[in-house]
């Protein structure tokens, strides 16, 4: 049960705690993982003392990195370097929060995290047997049926308070029966409808961190429709709220806010044909896009599969992963069709500008929930520029000098746009989405990718600079030389000119139609 490398370091653990004559438990997901086999990275412990002094001193014994985390509660983090047999550990060790083990306990979130271990030299002796899993479930600590729930694969509150002493619990139910394959016990969702007022006195940066570890689970659709059901969505996303009874165009099959989650069902259906790393994998079964449903033979597969994995899984602010921050942009793109919704005299609906305010709008949400500068930027144009390669496919000519903008104004969110796109379409078609068309835009998305992964654009020297263009023109500095090296700059990139005469002829000739325009 307990893994030959952690073993060391458990029973140092167990030695220290014991020369402090401080009683220490492991608790919550150590002790679920212990039972399950599953190897920790992370050790949460209890303490019948000060947690912030006991993780200094345990810091400097091993040469590791203390952190303080809550003065309040006299919890500190212990951050030990990776070694050749084991990765680095985490190690958060916090003080009781009630007069006995059994009291701390009871005041947890859910029955599955109420587990506790003695971390003790028995307990390690018996953890290290082949047959020692009787003997360690003798030693557990289980006031809530924890263990019982766990082996049941049902999520349950640890007592009917539980999400009013802290409505964040709300988002950690998702997200614990997302990552281990649990369904909600019959009375969570009454419980959560009672507590969800209460997210809007959370901070929101606390707020933040749970929702993006929820969309970094594979099967975080799920969950959401879950919320939504729940009227917790759009209590965290009040601007979401209009999108809900806003009818479209007959080419959409759901109104706006079913189509935003049905994207993010459809999102997670494709990267599921991704060589993801196994923690990006889904524990269960995602919810099945309506178009799957619909053509159980539709291809997941995409284009560049292994550059897809290494974009998706860079690690951003906070520690989590692009897919995440991807997933939201997902979940709020259509926000403004509400607001710019117009029915003109021959029936038709458009929504003209929703990108454009939606990237407003996804400013001000990611500004409230405290996100990074950069992450509020991504996220923003995932929004704005969501309608660009709808916009491409539909000219008549898709010429090089397009693509190559379209990649200069999304930079290296270009790629992220796209796969947005391959999602929005599936959920925009919806049961009319044939096989032959859903390949036929694939095949088009490879196009636009081509030119940035197969084919990428070579870092050439520019063919002449912005002196060169003043001497040669006669004309004087100014924003007019900027927007010469920025046509020259694309044409170069496309591959339509290649030489400094071509570039100041085609500079002359933008002169010209400027002149014949103006005259």
Known sequence: MLPTNLVPIF?????????????????????????????????????????????????????????????????????LPARANRPALYLDIA???APSIDGDLRLRDFTIN?????????????????????QVRTMLLDPTGGLA???????????????????????????????????????????????????????????RDELLKLL????????????????????????LEAARTCNQPRVHFLPVLAHMLETVACLEWIIQGLP?????????????????QTHPDLSRAIPYPDAYTHL???????????????????????NAKPQTKQIHPDGKVSFYGHQELGAEVAMQITKRLRMSRQDSAYISLIVREHMRPGQLRASEVLTPRAVVRF?????????????????????????????????????????????????????????????????????APGPQVGRLLRTIGEAQASGEIGSYAEALELARRMLQESEDSSA
């Open 312 to 334: 998706l899984s860079e690690l951003r602010s906070n520690g989590r992963r692009r897919l995440a921050l991807l997933k939201l942009a997902t979940l709020i793109h259509d």
């Open 216 to 239: 970094e689970t594979p099967s975080s659709a799920t969950w959401l429709d879950y919320l939504d059901a729940c009227g917790v969505l759009t209590i965290l996303f009040p601007e």
């Open 407 to 475: 990649f200069r104004d999304t930079g290296d969110a270009g790629p992220d746009v796209l796969l947005h796109e391959l999602a929005d379409h599936m959920a925009t078609r919806g049961p009319n989405l044939q096989p032959e068309q859903w390949a036929i835009h694939r095949a088009w998305i490879r196009e636009l990718l081509d030119v940035h992964w197969g084919r990428p654009i070579e870092q050439r020297q520019p063919l002449l600079g912005g002196n060169d263009l003043m001497r040669e023109l006669q004309i």
């Open 11 to 79: 029973t140092y653990l167990a030695d220290f705690f014991a020369q402090h004559h401080v009683p220490a438990w492991l608790i919550g997901g150590t002790s679920r993982d212990l039972l399950r086999g599953v190897e920790p990275t992370d050790l949460d412990l209890a303490v019948d003392g000060d947690g912030l002094e006991l993780a200094r001193t345990l810091a400097d014994q091993l040469d590791g990195s203390f952190v303080p985390l809550d003065g309040e509660h006299c919890t500190g983090r212990t951050v």
């Open 149 to 207: 729930d766990l082996q049941a694969g049902i999520l349950r509150t640890t007592g009917p308070a539980s999400m009013a002493d802290d409505p964040l619990r709300i988002l950690r139910a998702p997200r614990f029966a997302a990552t281990l394959n649990l369904r909600p016990a019959p009375e969570l969702a009454t419980q959560i409808r009672a507590a969800a007022p209460g997210l809007s006195r959370i901070a929101g940066e606390r707020l």
């Open 95 to 97: 003080r009781l929060r």
């Open 276 to 292: 993801l790393a196994p923690n990006l994998l889904p524990a269960t079964t995602p919810r099945i896009p309506v178009a799957v």
């Open 114 to 134: 109420a587990l506790a271990l003695p971390l003790t030299r028995q307990l390690l002796a018996a953890a290290s047997e082949p047959d020692g899993e009787t």
